[in-house]
């Protein structure tokens, strides 16, 4: 089932959530809204799903309107980020509950509740613990149990609200790549909201990048981390370095580097802003090819696979460089060192984009 | 050699936190001796009392007939009362902790007047509305409706000084819980009376089960505002507390005690019961 969303607001008090939201979800793909907290993603999931109404604006499912729809004839299925598992049921009635409270005419017998309880759990892999409490298992068990309540259901659209969110580091990695897996085998329209960039880039067909309500950006994973739309993209997918000077014609002079920004040929002298990934600097021990500028190392971290320089600049600011670890094994880095930095790759944005 | 290390250093590890040995003690017996003097002294004092003149005396104190009738009627008024402050509690605690809605903190200040008003003042009011000289008694006495210094006046007063208990324990617990397993089971296709009676319900039961075990306690031991509404009528509108008063003041000491033991005894089951309910609360909100 495809999801559009027409010129969505909603209001709490002072504070708009969602302002003139537009999006269209295609059917059978995952999508993740991406944003920091207050951008508005929870909002518009919740929307969706008829747990909130929107102020103004509307929601088609499959082209048909469906924003005055109860939340139970909307046919969704919803994972919550504490997974709200009923705490006095067992791991099989929390998943058999969407089957059982079906009316009469539809309501499937209790073999075949059964049945289909027995091929969920197979399908999260907890076949031993059908008969445990929520409160006995672990993090990662209990968003599983909430995940195939979800699918007993067979919603049309499911809906996850930060489902990794409070799981640890491993679980939450395990758990994103098994989603992928499920949803590659069965291809039911998802809308999953996450604040954790790396996790959209590695689950979603697509990206929603939102800020302050808005929507920023959409596209494939790829297209929004390899081309930012906006400031805020760049900045909110990975650590990026900033750079304030001036373009002209196609040409931003930015402290002492000068750059080539064919998309600004028209400008004329104006104030503009530069952004850098961390990882697209790169360090040298002599001053290479044009545009190296001389700076002096002033903190090293490892941080696992990637060490971490701060470069202290001659004009003195400060940049920051994620290098592999051979990288800066080979370039035998200590700090005080002097070296020779150049930024491979900088996107320009004039400057009424304010972030 | 190194067991006696670590021990030293788990001793050292206590006594950071704790007071001497001494003060501990100290402490303790003083707890202990003002649970004695001012609780258990009486309880057992009630028990003795009650048995005096033995058990044939006891029995017989409770086989008489306006006794007897005086525990008829207190049961009928925790029947009556406990019924309704369950419903009332449970529709009140659900509004409260599930929704926002205009006025919701003018409804929580009134669940709690009962609690801050005296109950002789709580029996009055009754009495101002329905009593002869009441706004509603001339009306009601030329349709032969008798409230006060009948049964109707001793279940309302009741209703009136208990309606705190059960909304109380569950406003918490149902904030505690939230909204989310109400809207997944939402989400999953449940009606909003599914979702009240095999989500909301089933998540307070214990609490539930609390609320009323305080509510009937109170329903039966209450005295100040049932005595203003009752009139003393032997036989016909005295419930248990008011029959020990009557007992009490015509000097029949055993009989008054005997029947002042069935509250008491009343109380120690409240108890029983309300521990096993706080330590089943727990459980549940342990393993969440």
Known sequence: MSITIENLSKNFGNFAALSDVNLEVPSGELVALLGPSGSGKTSLLRIIAGLEHPDRGTVLFNGQEATRRQVKQRKVGFVFQHYALFRHMTVFDNIAFGLTVKAKAERPGKAEIRDKVARLLKLIQLEQLAGRYPGQLSGGQRQRVALARALAVEPEVLLLDEPFGALDAKVRLELRRWLRRLHDEIHVTSVFVTHDQEEALEVADRIVVMNKGRIEQEGTPSEVYDHPATPFVFDFLGSVNLFRGRVHAGTAQMGGLRVHSPEHATADDAPAIGYVRAHDITIERVPGEGGAVSAEVSHLLSVGPLVRVELRIAGGDTWEANLPREEADRLQLAVGEKVFARPRKMRVFVEDYQI | ?288
């Open chain 2, 1 to 288: 050699m190194q067991v006696s290390i670590h021990r030293t250093v788990k001793k050292n590890g206590t006594s950071g936190i704790a007071e001497p040995a001494w003060v501990r003690y100290l402490l303790l017996a003083v707890a202990l001796s003002f649970l004695t003097l001012f609780l258990m002294l009486p309880l057992a004092a009630v028990f003795v009392q009650a048995l005096d003149k033995g058990w044939e005396a006891y029995l017989e104190a409770l086989k008489d007939p306006d006794t007897f009738s005086a525990i008829k009627l207190t049961l009928v008024a925790a029947a009556c009362s406990v019924p309704v402050n369950l419903v009332f509690g449970v529709t009140a605690a659900w509004a409260i902790a599930k929704f926002a809605f205009p006025g919701k903190s003018l409804l929580i200040t009134l669940i709690d007047l009962p609690f801050s008003v005296s109950p002789v003042v709580s029996g009055l009011i009754y009495v101002l509305i329905f009593g002869l000289q009441g706004w509603l008694g001339p009306w009601l006495q030329a349709h032969d409706v008798k409230i006060i210094f009948a049964v109707p006046g001793i279940i309302l007063a009741t209703i009136f000084v208990t309606f705190p208990f059960i909304a109380r324990e569950l406003i918490p617990l149902m904030e505690s819980q939230g909204r989310e397993e109400e809207e997944a089971a939402l989400t999953l296709g449940a009606s909003g009376l599914q979702t009240f009676f095999r989500v909301t319900l089933p998540n307070v039961r214990w609490g539930i089960l609390y609320g009323v075990i305080l509510c009937n306690a109170r329903a039966m031991g209450e005295f100040g505002a049932v005595s203003v509404v009752s009139g003393h009528v032997r036989g016909s509108t005295n419930t248990i507390p008011l029959q020990v008063e009557i007992l009490y003041n015509e000097y029949s000491y055993a009989a008054a005690f005997a029947v002042a033991s069935l509250l008491a005894m009343l109380a120690l089951v409240t108890l029983a019961v309300k521990s096993v309910a706080e330590w089943k609360i727990r459980q549940v909100s342990a393993a969440e």
